[in-house]
Each structure stands twice: as C-alpha cells, then as structure tokens.
C-alpha cells in the first residue's frame, strides 16, 4: 500500500467529527471529501449543503468549484445562498459548518479576507461569503488548514469570522452557535479549552514531533502530558478516498 499522505489523515479525521443524522455545510476541498467519506462510511443519513444551495450531493467525479456541475450529481434540492443560510443556518438547523481559512487564531477566530506581507503590502482574499454566519450560527465549527505559524498567529491579520473573540463566551457576544471545536492540520488535530476557550493539542498525527507542531504555532498551546496519536484511515476509508471520492487527487495529493 502507498504511503499514507497527511491530507487523507486529515480527510479522515474530519470524517470521523461528523455523526449520522447531522447536517453539516461544507465548504470546497478536504471539508467536501471528509462529509463524502462520513457518509459512504458511518454517517449515512448526514445532510451536506453547499452554501450555493445544493443539499446532498452524491458525486460520483470530484468536482474542482461549487459551480461545477459534477459537485450537483444526485442532489436531493438545487436551491439558492439564500435558502442555505437564511433556512437551515439562520433558523439554526445546521449542526457543522466546515471550513477553511487563511489564518486561525488561538480563539479560533477565522480570516478569509486579507494577509498583510512582511513588506506591508496587503493581499485580499474572497473574503466571507457565508463563512460569518456560519462560524456565528452553527452548533458547532471544524476548522481545516495546513499547520503553520503565519497561518496560526497569535491573532488574525482581520476578524472575518467569529470563534471565541477575546476569550470571550459566546453567549456574552450574542452568537447562537456553539463555537469552534476543531482546528485539523496536516501535522495534528487541535480542540479548545472550554473554560479559557483556547487552542489546546488534542492529538499528533502519525511520525509529528512535538516539538515541530510547537515551532510552527504561533500561539501558546496547552499541551497535555500525554498527547494520543491520531488514528490512521483504515483500509475501507483509504480505498474510498483513493478509488472513489478522489482518485485523481485533486485535493488529497
């Protein structure tokens, strides 16, 4: 078997924090492969919405945008943002939003929006789209990136979606949604303390040091005395990934 890549553990670690019955909103790249694994797996009846307005998706080719119509195949409803946000997230029915971001603080407060160059020259980005309301609404936010220290700063270059803003409860910034609760790299899986709301290691992948996850966050980490090891694909998930849900790599080479 080849070699085990850090994007299939990581496909596989966001795959294993969704639960059968859940509706999750996903976002384009490893989010979209994690819900199709879930679902081929043990989450058969998860509901996935892309923020275009396409629920339950089934697609046999991986498809590279929301807008391509090999992403739409099998779709149970072709709606509109309109109707993803303001009927399953806004009235609170979405139980993961599933994103990714260009940096994530230690309160897992989100920047899609703008990266500032060592040069002070600042580059923009796609910025929210539905990332705000989702990062405020859902019950629940898992986080997907690679592990680096500009992308892991101690706070974000703009607050484009909330986490725990400050360290603040959630409840005392009026956001309904239940917060960040995973941060997934390619070199660990990150959770947050529930009382200081900040990042705190949950888990090294396969062959990461420690030290090396350390070097490349940006941020004071809490670190437990015994740090468990993420648990490796098994051979049905890796045949999935591999065979059927991306077998060109588009996103997990």
């Given at each position: 078997m080849p070699e085990i890549l850090a994007s299939e553990i990581m496909a596989t670690a966001g795959a294993r924090e969704l639960y059968d019955g859940e509706v999750v909103v996903v976002g384009l790249g490893l989010p979209q492969v994690a819900s199709v694994l879930a679902k081929r797996t043990h989450a058969p009846r998860l509901s996935a919405l892309l923020e275009?307005?396409?629920m339950n998706m089934s697609p046999i080719d991986t498809a590279v945008?929301?807008?391509d119509p090999r992403i739409w195949y099998r779709a149970t409803c072709w709606s509109g943002f309109l109707d993803v946000m303001g009927m399953n997230v806004h009235r609170g029915v979405v139980d993961v939003g599933f994103l990714g971001a260009l940096e994530i603080d230690r309160f897992g407060n989100i920047n899609t929006t703008l990266l500032k160059e060592d040069s002070g020259k600042v580059r923009y980005f796609n910025g929210s789209a539905g990332g705000n309301d989702?990062?405020?609404l859902a019950k629940r936010v898992i986080m997907i990136m690679r592990h680096e220290k500009r992308k892991l700063p101690d706070a974000v270059a703009h607050l484009t979606s909330p986490g725990f803003v400050?360290?603040?409860?959630?409840q005392e910034l009026g956001l309904r949604g239940g917060g960040p609760h995973r941060v997934i790299t390619d070199m660990a899986v990150l959770g947050f303390d529930p009382e200081t709301?900040?990042?705190?290691?949950?888990s090294l992948h396969p062959v990461v040091r420690l030290e090396d996850v350390v070097e490349n966050t940006g941020f004071p980490l809490h670190i437990p005395?015994?740090?468990?090891?993420?648990?490796?694909?098994?051979?049905?998930e890796l045949r999935l990934l591999r065979e059927e849900i991306d077998p060109e790599g588009v996103y997990l080479r």
């Open positions: 275009i307005g396409v945008g929301l807008a989702i990062a405020s400050g360290g603040r409860s959630r709301h900040s990042a705190m290691l949950l005395k015994q740090v468990p090891i993420t648990p490796l694909p098994t051979a049905e």
